[in-house]
């Protein structure tokens, strides 16, 4: 492991036998939870793997499953509705990243000097993370009907009625959004250790050498962000390309399939029209798409961190 | 990055027919989604064990034998089913009939994997769409011996038998369907009647618009619901899943366009299941909406006194109309090992007149006998009429082509929720949906 | 910091408009959930309506109470079981290194990222080969399938931050290993709230797994993941 300072962590000053030794006993621990998720985990995973390279619908799915190698998944990544539903996933995740950590770091930015109206903001902003996502996209779905919160409050101002679960592009956007309104909270805890951790001295010494506000914050605050900002966008990149939850509750992929995003697809080809084989495939696809993502992003960070 | 990450309860309890009167229920609910039971173990152990019966073919007050039904009534609507099973004890007192409960979504996938081990109950009660792929997977046995010898058989509607290789193999007793209900306050004020054919309906809509109340509400998700809703329109202008007639689907995709652009129809119907087009019709400014007739007993305790309210026929269109005439149908189980057991049971049940007129009464299921139509306990409840009619003229097979055409089903249903919700144009969406149903659906 | 920065008009403003987006959304669910269709409907209503409490009491039947029951059942026996998996699996990742940890480690962020659809599909066939669909068994275990995961790589760090020499120190008296995890480990993890920031808000956990590496404040050089 390495530290910021590149220095190697030393070991202890063990003889190598009594390490191996303790190295080989502990594994035992790990031995009930790697027993379960190779049961319930794993070979689920193989099974995906194995269901996506066979041709399965629901009437051979607890018999034989003929091997149709890779033609399934070129076939249903060649459709109309994977190109949509990669479209979809690509701006659902920026939205939801995007807006995610920009908004946690605003709030945290807001709230991490605490006191008492701080801390009720935040305890208000973490009931929302804390609660289940079809929850809160059951709720939302009611605040942004046309006779919801939304609409009302623009009424006020004679806005005219907006449909931001119906009209054109609207639908995905509204539905990233209230996703990325649940990252916020947690994005704000994160940022905000982070903000805590900050040795008071470097503040006072900007403050001493003239900076304002904002030159703070780029040039010395941000810095010192940076390793949660890295942190955070791979799990957001990783939770988005995930979601589910909103888009079943709020708007089913609709209308018509305009907020259709990948896991939403891959739901609908396995339990709406039962091909649980190209549902799989499309799954896999999603997996191997945020990996590749995910490993890219990974090796960009730790260049960065290198130089 | 939700604290309560992954939602397992969500799929394992789905629940999406139409022919159940609630569909949503854990999600609107909102207090968190139920588990995959509503509070009942299920009894796998039940399925398969019939004792010997007598053999030979004559069935009577002395034959002996166990009879396991597979059936998803909950709690609530569990004692229809006894009440009807009851018939059939009565005439057969000696056979031990288990009623057990398999949850609905689950109900395919137990009957595959059963049958895969050569298992079954002797008959199912099941009206869902995977009647194919149960079919396929060999969870059913044909009736269609005792079919062809049955007095009866004539009574019964061809929408509500389905065939498999031209031989029968389930029948539905009861069925729900679409009709269209009406707000009689609002139409006296207007000056309008229920329009009858389709050329009536768009000029009927702008007359409720101009008196400032909403025309109609109707399901357009993009789901079977919304699929169900849309078949009339389609099936009017001379559209089938065999025959998928582009022109025929961009004029009913033409109509449904220009009552939402017109907002004679809410735009956010894109989001309604059947469930909250009623509840959106109750409040009492909406002149129309195409619902079922489930919606009986519900319409009568939630509307109470505040609007008289009536049914009549849908609209017709140039063509033959299809109406889907959902509700539950009686299968014989393929490793039955009393067969003659499992008709009689079928046919002293839901096939039967006593057993219709308990269904009718206790769960509004509109008989599909024809010769049912006239009995007073019918024609005393005038909503009951629209329906009755509906069966008769318009009556169509749920699911379409004995359940092949799932995948086409829902090409359709997404296009039908894109052209209210305005992402495509009626020619686009005709296109996409024809295109759609050609590839995925092949007779 | 600048005066403007501190408990300035900025961070009131900012504080307010955090209220309103997540404050406001709760107080118009209540108050629709006072009012009854009609005035859900009328645009007259919207601000000053009578409420009535006529929902709760439609809501409020067996099948509530049934759901709540499903709910509590479901969510402790996810509880236990997860934490009892994942405390001593965190354990062994934070001591033990090589390949198979890696690979081990890989695997669960892979489980991590696969759509939830995904997973349940096969899983459907594991839980009905074994009769659990329909049990709240059934949604236990899978629920703690798709938690274990995310649970261990949390717990982790905590087992990362406990001495290795106050771990030796029992060995060398004589502790089995199953004594030094339950009684020496385990106890100071849950101590570990002594390392959180000094606000008692922030979660410990995220905190510690997020704690910036260049902070001089921190007595350990480790980086905490």
């Known amino acids: 492991m390495r530290t910021a300072a590149g220095e190697r962590a030393t070991f202890p000053a063990v003889s190598r036998t009594r390490a191996r030794l303790r190295v080989r006993g502990e594994g035992i621990f790990l031995l009930p939870a790697a027993v379960y998720l190779l049961t319930l985990a794993l070979y689920p995973f193989v099974e995906l793997v194995r269901m996506s390279v066979s041709q399965v619908t629901s009437d051979n799915i607890f018999s034989d499953w003929p091997f149709i190698g890779l033609n399934g998944v070129q076939s249903v990544a060649a459709t109309a509705d994977f190109r949509e539903a990669a479209a979809n996933s690509l701006m659902y995740v920026v939205l939801v990243v995007g807006v995610g950590l920009a908004g946690g770091l605003a709030s945290a930015l807001t709230l991490w000097r605490g006191g008492r109206v701080g801390g009720f903001t935040l305890a208000l902003m973490v009931f929302s993370w804390a609660l289940p996502g079809l929850i809160n996209g059951v709720a939302w779905r009611f605040l942004l009907d046309p006779r919801g919160m939304v609409d009302s409050i623009l009424g006020l101002f004679h806005a005219g009625p907006v449909y931001w679960l119906v009209d054109g592009h609207l639908p995905l956007i509204s ?108 799954a896999l696809i999603t997996v191997a798409i945020v990996l590749l993502l995910a490993l890219l992003y990974m090796r960009q960070v730790r260049r960065e961190e290198r130089a | 990055m939700s604290a309560a990450e992954p939602d397992a309860e969500l799929f394992l309890s789905l629940d999406r027919s139409v022919s159940r009167r609630q569909v949503l229920k854990s999600a609107a609910a909102g207090a968190g989604t139920l588990a995959l039971s509503s509070g009942m173990t299920s009894l796998l152990a039940a399925c398969g064990g019939n004792q010997a019966t007598t053999t030979g073919t004559a069935i009577g007050p002395d034959t002996t034998g166990t009879l396991t039904v597979w059936h998803y009534s909950s709690q609530q609507d569990v004692k229809t089913v006894q009440d009807y099973t009851a018939l059939f004890t009565k005439k057969y007192p000696k056979v031990d009939v288990k009623l057990v409960y398999v949850e609905f979504s689950e109900t395919p996938k137990r009957a ?106 109707l399901t357009g998700q993009p789901t079977d619901q919304g699929d169900w809703t849309a078949f009339p329109w389609l099936t009017g202008y001379g559209f089938s899943y065999k025959n998928p007639d582009q022109s025929a689907i961009e004029q009913a995709f033409t109509l449904v366009n220009e009552w939402a652009r017109k907002s004679y129809l809410p735009k956010e119907s894109v989001q309604w299941g059947q469930a909250e087009t009623f509840n959106r019709w109750v409040v009492g400014d909406v002149a129309f909406m195409e619902n079922g ?151 | ?160 931050a406990v001495p290795r020499e106050v771990e030796e120190a029992g060995v060398v008296d004589g502790a089995s290993r199953m004594r030094v995890f339950w009684q020496i480990a385990l106890p100071i993890t849950l101590n570990g709230s002594r390392r ?19 902070s001089p404040t921190r007595r350990s050089t480790r980086s905490a993941c």
Request: aromatic share 10%.
């Open chain 1, 175 to 282: 539905v990233a959004l209230v996703n990325a309104w649940t990252v916020v909270p947690f994005a704000t805890l994160v940022f905000r250790a982070a903000l805590l951790d900050m040795p008071p001295e470097i503040l006072a010494a900007a403050e001493v050498d003239g900076a304002r506000p904002w030159q703070t914050l780029r040039y010395v605050v941000l810095p010192l962000l940076r390793p949660s900002i890295l942190v955070l966008g791979v799990l957001a990149l990783v939770y988005a390309f995930k979601s589910f939850d909103f888009i079943y509750v709020m708007t089913f992929g609709g209308p018509g399939t305009a907020s259709t995003t990948l896991p939403f697809l891959s739901y609908r080809l396995a339990f709406e029209i039962y091909r649980y084989s190209q549902g799989a495939s499309v």
């Open chain 3, 196 to 214: 959180a920031p000094r606000s008692s808000f922030s979660s410990p956990e995220v905190s510690s797994c997020m704690r910036t590496p260049s």
């Open chain 2, 112 to 217: 595959i994997a059963a049958a895969a081990a050569k298992q079954g109950p002797d008959v199912f009660i099941y009206g869902g769409n995977e009647v194919n792929a149960m079919y396929k997977a060999g969870v059913f046995k044909s009736v269609d011996s005792y079919w062809q010898s049955f007095a009866d058989k004539a009574q019964f509607p061809d929408g509500v038998i389905t065939r498999f290789n031209n031989k029968v193999y389930g029948v539905k007793g009861y069925v729900n369907l679409t009709g269209l209900w009406y707000n009689k306050n609002i139409l006296d004020a207007v000056g309008v009647q229920p329009p009858r054919s389709f050329d009536e309906v768009t000029s009927t809509f702008a007359k409720v618009a101009a008196a400032g109340k909403v025309p109609i509400a």
């Open chain 3, 1 to 160: 910091m600048s005066a403007a920065l501190r408990r300035g008009w900025v961070t009131r403003a900012g504080t307010a408009a955090l209220l309103v987006v997540y404050g406001l959304p709760f107080i118009w669910l209540v108050a629709t959930s006072l009012k009854t269709d009609t005035q859900i409907f009328d645009r007259g209503a919207t601000f000053i309506f009578h409420p009535t409490l006529a929902n709760y009491q439609s809501v409020v039947n067996r099948d509530l109470l049934a759901a709540c029951l499903n709910s509590a059942v479901i969510a402790s026996g996810t509880t236990v079981l997860t934490l009892a998996l994942a405390t001593p699996a965190a354990y062994a990742l934070a001591r033990v290194k090589g390949l198979l940890v890696n690979l081990g480690l890989s695997a669960i962020i892979i489980l991590q990222i696969t759509p939830q659809p995904a997973s349940l599909i096969p899983l459907y066939r594991v839980l009905g080969g074994w009769n659990l669909l329909g049990s709240q068994l059934g949604v236990i275990l899978a629920d703690t399938a798709l938690l274990l995961p995310f649970c261990i790589l949390i717990i982790r760090p905590f087992f990362l």
């Open chain 2, 293 to 443: 007739n489930w919606n009986i007993g519900p319409a009568s305790r939630t509307v109470g006194g505040k609007f008289t309210y009536g049914t009549a026929p849908l609209p017709t269109g140039p063509k033959s109309q299809g109406i889907f005439l959902g509700g539950e149908a009686l299968w014989t189980g393929a490793f039955t090992k009393v067969p003659g057991i499992a008709w009689a049971y079928m046919q002293e049940t839901l096939l039967s007149k006593e057993g219709l007129l308990i269904t009718l009464q206790e769960s509004g299921g509109i008989p599909a006998r024809h010769d049912m139509a006239n009995l007073t306990q019918v024609t005393s409840n005038p909503l009951l009429t629209a329906y009755t009619t509906e069966v008769k003229e318009h009556g169509a097979e749920y699911p379409p082509e004995g359940g092949a055409a799932i995948a086409a089903q829902a090409v359709i249903a997404q296009n039908w929720s894109a052209v209210i919700g305005g992402q495509k144009t009626p020619a686009q969406a005709a296109k996409d949906a024809t295109d759609g149903v050609k590839a995925n659906y092949k007779p």
